[in-house]
C-alpha cells in the first residue's frame, strides 16, 4: 500500500496542504477545530509525518545524503554536477558520502540514519545490495537512485535506455556496410549488460542478420580477458568487421587487441563502446560509443528525490535517452580483409588508443 503524503492528508480533511503543514508544525495560526480535523485525519488513516519535512518547515535546513561509489570512478563528476545542480536550487546541502564495491554499506547507511542529519539520500548505484535502501524506503525515508546498473527496484530511480542505445549502435555499423559484427560482453549478471545485449541481438535481427554464436564473448569488464577473446575473434577464418564492447574501457581493450594482431583501427576493424566517458575522445582514433547522460541522471533523481521529500509520489522509474557520438573508430568494412600478424609482435609502427592516457586501463564498471 502507498505510503499517504502530506497532500493526501490535505485532501481527505479537505484543506491546502499549507494547512495541514501548519498543524504539524503546530502552528498558533490554526484554529482548534481545524487542527482537531487534521488530527483525527491522520488518527484514522494511520499517518506519520516526515520528520525531515517538519524540520525543514520550522526552518531548520537538512541534508541531503549522497552516497557514491567512490569518487575515482568514471561517471561520479558528471552524476555529482546534475545532483547539485538541482539541490544547490533548494533549501537542502549534500553530505557525500563513498562507498566502494569491496565494502558493504549496510553499517554506512545505519550511521547515516542515525545521525539524522538527511532528509532523504540519493544512491549511486554499484555492486551493493538495494535491500538496506528498500527497507529504509518502507520506514519512511525518502531515497532515490542514479540507477548505472539499471538494477530491478521498486525504489524511484533513473537509468539510462540502455536497449536503445545498443540497438543504435547495430543500425549504425549496418548503414556503414558490416555484416559480421561481434560484441564482447561485461558482466551479464547486470541488467544493464542483459539490456545493451539484447539491444544488440534485436539491432542484428532488424538487419536481417542472425546472430553468430562464435561472434559473442565474454569480456567481464577485464581488460586482459577482453584481449585474449577479441585476439581469438580475430584469428576466425571469417573474422568480424566490427566489434561492440559493453563499455568504454572494454573498448580500449578491443582497440589494442586490434592492434596487437597487426590490424587498424577502424581500417580493418571498426569499434564501438558505451558510456562516452571522457577520455573517449582522446584515443587514438577517438572513440565513437554510446553517451549516457550523466548529469541529466543526476538532475532527474535529485528532482524526485526533492519531490518525495516534499511529500509527493514521484515516478518510480525513468530511462533517459542516450545518444551515439560518432567518432573515428567506426568505418565501412574493408574491401578485401588483411590477414593478422602475429599477435606478439605487435606493429611499433601503429599509435596505441592510450595515446596520452598512460598505460593503465581501468576495468570497473
Not at 566502494?100 to 532523504?120: C, F, H, P, Q, W
Not at 538495494?130 to 524506503?137: I, M
Not at 580477458?225 to 580475430?234: N, P, Q, Y
Request: glycine share 8%; net charge negative.
Amino acid at each position: 500500500m502507498r505510503k499517504l503524503t502530506i497532500r493526501d492528508i490535505a485532501q481527505l480533511a479537505g484543506l491546502s496542504k499549507s494547512t495541514v503543514s501548519l498543524v504539524l508544525n503546530n502552528s498558533p495560526k490554526v484554529d482548534p477545530a481545524t487542527r482537531e480535523r487534521v488530527l483525527e485525519v491522520m488518527r484514522s488513516h494511520n499517518y506519520t509525518p516526515s520528520s525531515a519535512a517538519t524540520a525543514l518547515a520550522k526552518g531548520r535546513t537538512p541534508f541531503i545524503g549522497l552516497i557514491v561509489p567512490g569518487l575515482t570512478w568514471h561517471m561520479v563528476a558528471a552524476v555529482n554536477y546534475g545532483v547539485a545542480s538541482v539541490i544547490e536550487q533548494s533549501p537542502y546541502e549534500i553530505i557525500l558520502y563513498t562507498s566502494t564495491n569491496e565494502k558493504d554499506y549496510t553499517a554506512l547507511v545505519d550511521r547515516i540514519i542515525t545521525s539524522g542529519l538527511s532528509a532523504g539520500l540519493l544512491v549511486v548505484t554499484h555492486d551493493q545490495p538495494l535491500e538496506p535502501l528498500e527497507k529504509l524506503h518502507r520506514k519512511g525515508l525518502p531515497v532515490a537512485l542514479v540507477n548505472t546498473l539499471a538494477a530491478p527496484s521498486g525504489l524511484p530511480s533513473v537509468q539510462a535506455d540502455n536497449y536503445e542505445g545498443t540497438r543504435i549502435v547495430l543500425r549504425h555499423l549496418v548503414e556503414l556496410g558490416h555484416t559480421r559484427i561481434a560484441c564482447v560482453h561485461g558482466l551479464m549478471a547486470y541488467a544493464c549488460c542483459q539490456d545493451r545485449y539484447r539491444g544488440f541481438r534485436d539491432g542484428l535481427g532488424e538487419a536481417g542478420l542472425g546472430e553468430d554464436p562464435a561472434l559473442t564473448v565474454d569480456g567481464g569488464f577485464h581488460a586482459p580477458t577482453v584481449r585474449e577473446r577479441v585476439s581469438e575473434l580475430l584469428a576466425l577464418p571469417d573474422r568480424p568487421t566490427a566489434i561492440v564492447a559493453q563499455n568504454d574501457n572494454m573498448a580500449y581493450a578491443v582497440m589494442e587487441a586490434v592492434i596487437d594482431c597487426g590490424l587498424r583501427v577502424p581500417q580493418d576493424v571498426s569499434v564501438v563502446g558505451f558510456d562516452d566517458i571522457a577520455s573517449s575522445a582522446d584515443t587514438h582514433p577517438p572513440l565513437t560509443t554510446v553517451r549516457q547522460p550523466f548529469p541529466e541522471m543526476g538532475m532527474a533523481a535529485a528532482r524526485m528525490l526533492l519531490e518525495a521529500i516534499d511529500g509527493g509520489d514521484p515516478t518510480p522509474a525513468v530511462s533517459l535517452p542516450t545518444t551515439l557520438v560518432v567518432r573515428e573508430s567506426t568505418a565501412p568494412p574493408p574491401m578485401q580483409p588483411r590477414p593478422p600478424a602475429s599477435t606478439t609482435t605487435p606493429r611499433p609502427e601503429t599509435p596505441r588508443p592510450w595515446s596520452g592516457l598512460g598505460p593503465n586501463i581501468s576495468t570497473q564498471r
